[in-house]
């Protein structure tokens, strides 16, 4: 496989985490300016930019601006091609390039914000946990929401007017991101991929062993007991929309 379009999905995926994470902070950080009312809607913006960001950076070496492994997982089943699995290390390898970088800019933020807050700007978490019997509702709605993404993006892809919308770029994904955030994000933070996901719930479980360990006290871990959530959905949505896309 040409190295290019492994590097366009670690450079895409690092520009996702950078300016979809980054909002996170821009909006929840201690002393940041966009810390006030109506940060759910800056966030969800924030997150389709950084999805269309992301993509063009892909688009730009030539590569199809995956970004997730559940998009990938679609593709591989919906292309018969299995070689767009080897894009899934390089996306995880982007995301944790990506939030290493936010990490080291908003460090000083860091220092000054609840560690609650600081895991929330790395990774997901559900409005009831698990242990609340919230454990198929949390499934459903990160499910139903990749279910839309991928569908979506499938739609775009097929059909009489297929030509009319290639001609629009990431900008319909865009609004996508933004229209799932604000209807079926709040409950779950729709992670809606994997490597966004894990990858940076990763980085800060190491932060919490190292860099962080002078505040022990106000631990909360990386919350692994819902962790398989925004991993599993996801891939399930992509494998029913690649078997889909067959038929």
Known sequence: MDSLLLLSEFLGTLVLILL?????????????FGNQPGKWV???????IAVCMGVIVSASLGGFGHLN????????IANKD???LAFIPFQFLGAFAGQIILNFINWKHIKETDLATVRGNHCT????????KATIFNFSYELVATLTLIGLIFATSKGANVTSLSQLGPIPVTLLIVGLGMSLGSSTGYALNPARDLGPRIIYWLMELTVLKSRKEEFVGANWGYSWIPVVSPLVAGAIIGGFALI
């Open 20 to 32: 979809g994470n980054g909002v996170g902070y821009a909006t929840s950080a201690k002393r940041m």
């Open 42 to 48: 800056v966030i969800t913006f924030g997150w389709g």
């Open 125 to 132: 978490g559900p409005a009831f946990a698990n242990k609340e």
């Open 69 to 76: 492994p559940a998009v990938s997982v679609f593709s591989a």
């Open 82 to 84: 299995a070689y767009h």
